[in-house]
């Protein structure tokens, strides 16, 4: 069974700064996906970024990246140039192949402060 | 990509009681998910449902208690069974659909919110 560790419950960052997010994962899989999902107060699970394991190039969407270190299964995100509409809970998030469930990580609350 | 709603979007329950959670899809898709967040936590998968076919349940959670179905291609529905405070979470519908780039990806409704008196 896979398994996904956010070691930082909580996380703050000043407006306009950059903060990475931890996540590492367990697997005995080599080919798999991995996710950021975004949810602010509203409950609505955003998708953020996500990465193929046979990909070495690290994902980009904007101001979002990821280092993705497929030895150490370590998958961090982090935000560049942080805005006050980032504040949310981040999960990390592990699946297989289409068609399976998603494994989460327990979560990062992450305030940006003006 | 898919539109996920969730009908109600949240209800203040008694104990012993049972509510029934739907899920409406804007397209046809075969993969549809439903997960329980209790609060302050995770998502934790409940049970995967296919059209046609009986739901497959996650360790920890049973058809008596958390039954479902899943008449067609765009719609599913979740029951929580005989409730105590203990179900008070959020429960969110998950479906695989296509999204940007032509990417599978798993796309949530707004979730329920569940308080159980």
């Known amino acids: 069974a896979q398994t996904v560790t956010q070691s930082q419950p909580e996380m703050s960052v000043q407006e306009a700064e950059t903060v990475t997010l931890s996540c590492t994962y367990d697997?005995?899989?080599?080919?798999?996906?991995l996710f950021w999902y975004k949810q602010p107060p509203s409950r609505q699970m955003i998708l953020v970024i996500r990465?193929?394991?046979?990909?070495?190039q690290n994902a980009t969407e904007n101001r979002f990246s990821v280092n993705f270190q497929k030895a150490a299964k370590s998958f961090s995100l982090k935000i560049s140039d942080s805005q006050l509409g980032d504040t949310a809970m981040y999960f990390c998030?592990?699946?297989?192949?289409?068609?399976?469930?998603?494994?989460f990580g327990g979560g990062t609350r992450l305030m940006v402060k003006p | 990509s898919a539109v996920i709603s969730q009908k109600p979007s949240r209800d203040i329950c008694q104990r012993g009681t049972s509510l029934t959670i739907q899920c409406q899809v804007d397209?046809?898709?075969?993969?549809m998910f439903w997960y329980r967040q209790q609060p302050g936590q995770s998502l934790t998968l409940i049970a995967t449902?296919?059209?046609?076919?009986?739901?497959?349940?996650e360790s920890g959670f049973v058809i008596d208690k958390f039954p479902i179905s899943r008449p067609n291609l765009t719609f599913s529905t979740l029951t929580v069974s005989n409730m105590s405070p203990e179900d008070s979470s959020i429960y969110l519908c998950?479906?695989?659909?296509?999204?940007?780039?032509?990417?599978?990806?798993?796309?949530f409704g707004p979730g329920t919110r569940l308080t159980v008196l």
């Open positions: 697997t005995s899989e080599n080919n798999y996906y």
């Open positions: 449902a296919n059209q046609g076919s009986e739901a497959t349940y």
């Open positions: 998030a592990f699946r297989l192949n289409a068609g399976n469930m998603l494994t």
């Open positions: 998950s479906v695989e659909d296509w999204g940007a780039q032509d990417l599978n990806e798993q796309f």
């Open positions: 990465q193929e394991a046979y990909k070495q």
């Open positions: 397209s046809q898709v075969t993969m």
